[in-house]
């Protein structure tokens, strides 16, 4: 794990996120505490190696440290904080995306040849934590080592990427990532890549379901078993949250109400306030965590 700390320190040389020539992965850096706010969390993996974050998903916390990494297998409303960081020892971790080719081919490679891993039908939440395995750590120093040497990185670079994968495909967070990719999970994943496409129109919950190629009961009984959210609670949050990040970049509280779907004023800023404990008007020029979960 030294080792793994060396390179991202180094790696990550600048405060926030820090991109990487390899598919699908960043590194990061935070020097101070962050306090809890919310955020939208795309599918991922994400790893701390120095410091702590705590996660919140409806009732749900997770924390995730050099113990135990997050997975996170659908865009989810999350609150999340930085509760260990400091300029001496900041946070330091690494963000790899999980809707990526590579990860993919690696799942079907995988479930071409052992028909075991895909074979559970435990449903399993879209955020997880898994604990760190000596197969996920060797992996993943081995494909930061490549950031030192451009010439192995080009040749062997993918290589390295899909055997960080088959380790989280074999570890704890197999099960979830899995998911992603067959069963429930992708007729859920359809609904979703509906639903943000139109989250300015009004939309149902038939039309979510119809998307997913489910009826109305068996959509929303699964839904909620995965995201841990009723629907119209999660179209809500994610509005919410696409609006506050609107607001932050510049739009004024009605234009940011008008782009997530929201045709009254009055009632937006009441579920925002309601949502992140400040007004719109409050909100405009605050700070909030950035897509990705980091």
């Known amino acids: 794990m030294c080792k793994i700390v060396h390179l991202i320190n180094r790696h990550a040389s600048s405060e926030g996120v820090n991109d990487t020539p390899i598919e699908g992965l960043q590194l990061f850096r935070t020097s101070h505490l962050v306090e809890r706010l919310p955020g939208v969390y ?9 410091g702590r974050k705590r996660a919140y998903l409806n009732g749900t ?5 050099k113990n135990q990494y997050l997975c996170c297998t659908l865009p989810l409303p999350v609150e999340a904080e930085v509760i260990e960081a400091s300029p001496e020892k900041p946070l330091l ?21 052992d028909s075991s891993s895909t074979s559970s039908t435990e449903i399993v939440p879209g955020l997880t934590v898994a604990k760190w395995d000596n197969e996920f750590t060797k992996a993943l120093q081995r494909i930061l080592e490549l950031l030192d040497d451009p010439v192995a990185l080009n040749i062997l670079g993918n290589g390295r990427l899909k055997e960080l994968m088959f380790a989280v495909l074999r570890g704890e967070a197999g099960c ?3 998911q992603v990719f067959g069963g429930g999970m992708q ?9 943000r496409a139109n989250l ?13 190629g489910m009826s109305r009961a068996a959509f929303h009984r699964k839904f909620k078993e995965i995201t841990t959210y009723s629907p119209i609670q999660f179209i809500k949050l994610h509005r919410l949250n696409d609006a506050s990040r609107l607001i932050v970049s510049g739009s004024t509280v009605a234009e940011a109400a008008y782009q997530v779907g929201y045709s009254s004023p009055s009632q937006f800023s ?3 306030r309601r949502y992140f404990g400040q007004s719109p008007r409050q909100w405009q020029g605050y700070s909030i965590i950035e897509k990705k979960g980091l």
């Open 187 to 195: 007729k859920i994943s359809r609904a979703l890549t509906f639903l």
């Open 200 to 212: 300015h129109e009004a939309i149902s919950i038939d039309e979510l379901a119809k998307e997913a």
């Open 42 to 50: 795309e599918p991922g993996i994400c790893a701390i190696v120095q």
């Open 93 to 113: 971790g690494l963000w790899l995306g999980i809707e990526t080719p590579t990860m993919f081919e690696t799942v079907i490679d995988m479930a071409a040849i």
């Open 270 to 272: 009441r579920d925002f």
């Open 61 to 65: 916390t997770q924390i995730y440290d």
């Open 176 to 178: 979830s990532v899995y």
